[in-house]
């Protein structure tokens, strides 16, 4: 199978597993509808970049669309044609502002937009033209601040910015210019904050840390209560939210990188199993599926295969050899659908196929955060 082959296939196979989640996850679409799909509006008759970033906001569907004439911009749908439109065309041209990761918070999307003038920078839309406008200008000047990693926790707004003067670090916003503030990191340095997930109420993150590395680290928006989880797991990637703990990958000199989990503290912050002993593992593919983390890892005898972890290392293993031997499956996109969790997998010769497994019971339980 050729490589372009092989991409297109990947792409297929994604589609089929999001299709899957659209007809078994969402009963109310299937016994509401009264035939078969059809099109809202064709946004850009000339050419076909797909909307992205579709959000659900106070009853509508907000999304970032290119109609070939505005270029990137912010548009809203009702489900009709009449009532899809550009909300604002926030930078004239055919480029448009850019306007990326729309996130919801209590009836407002958050996004970062280019008007123009001020750079990329934080933006708010309740959905209207007049409505939607700059947060703050972090960055005066056209450089902009460029924000990234948005997340919401506890009715706050975290994302990583560059006021031009401090570098990418960690801050928030409650929606206004004064409320949206630097969230101080108590060593020099840009710490560059990346992959902000929110587990039970607090704020996790990777940060570089004193010029040495990506390391793990939790916040709830104040100076004391942002610290660092470990200085031993390098990395911090992939950060999921699992009843609730976190979980996440990272490395040390004599493991490698490995499945990590932290309950907030230094002390729980550990390694939950060296899946492949020496330096060469790599798990991926972090998923919650119904409270139990579905994962991509290798064991060194069999190759990437579909794993699960209830946090403990008795509770960490393989659960198929999809490609017997040390072949790789490769599984991805781990999709929960009423019954079973539907992932892509396959080797080289034969290419991804649609594979699925018995989901797992959802647990009642959860763990509360500890706080230190």
Not at 93 to 115: E, H, V
Request: aromatic content about 10%.
């Amino acid at each position: 199978m050729s490589f372009v082959s092989r991409v297109s296939f990947i792409r297929l196979i994604t589609c089929a597993v999001m299709f899957v989640v659209l007809f078994a996850v969402m009963p109310a679409w299937r016994t509401q509808a009264t035939g078969p799909a059809f099109l809202v509006k064709n946004i850009n008759p000339v050419a076909s970049p797909f909307p992205s970033h579709p959000i659900k906001l106070n009853g509508t569907l907000l999304l970032i669309a290119d109609d070939g004439v505005s270029g990137d911009e912010l548009w809203r749908s009702d489900g009709t044609t009449a009532g899809t439109y550009l909300v604002k065309d926030i930078k004239a041209g055919f480029l448009g502002s850019l306007a990326t990761q729309l996130t919801p918070l209590q009836g407002i999307a958050y996004f970062g937009a280019d008007d123009g003038v001020h750079g990329s920078e934080l933006w708010r839309s309740d959905g209207t033209a007049p409505g939607t406008y700059l947060v703050k200008d972090i960055n005066p000047g056209a450089n902009g601040s460029g924000p990234s990693a948005l997340a919401v926790v506890d009715n706050e707004l975290f994302f990583a910015a560059d006021d031009g003067t401090h570098g990418i670090e960690l801050w928030k916003s409650d929606g206004t210019a004064a409320g949206t503030v630097q969230v101080p990191i108590t060593f020099p340095g840009t710490s560059s904050p990346e992959s902000l997930t929110n587990v039970n109420g607090t704020l996790f993150f990777s940060a570089f840390t004193a010029n040495i590395d990506f390391f793990p680290w939790r916040s709830d928006g104040t100076k004391a209560g942002t610290r660092q989880l470990s200085v031993v797991a390098h990395g911090g990637s992939d950060l999921t939210s699992v009843n609730g703990n976190l979980f996440f990958v990272a490395q040390t000199q004599t493991t490698g990188w490995e499945l990590w989990r932290s309950d907030g503290t230094a002390a729980g912050t550990y390694l939950v199993k060296d899946s492949t002993p020496g330096p060469n593992g790599l798990p991926s593919q972090l998923t919650n599926i119904n409270s139990t983390l579905f994962f991509q890892d290798s064991n060194g005898v069999h190759g990437n295969e579909p794993w699960r972890s209830d946090g403990t290392a008795a509770g960490t293993y393989m659960i198929q050899d999809v490609v017997p031997g040390a072949g790789s499956s490769t599984p991805t996109e781990f999709t929960l659908a009423g019954r079973f969790v539907f992932f892509a997998a396959g080797d080289v010769q034969t290419g991804p196929a649609l594979w699925a497994l018995p989901a797992p019971a959802e647990s009642q339980s959860g763990s509360k955060l500890r706080q230190q």
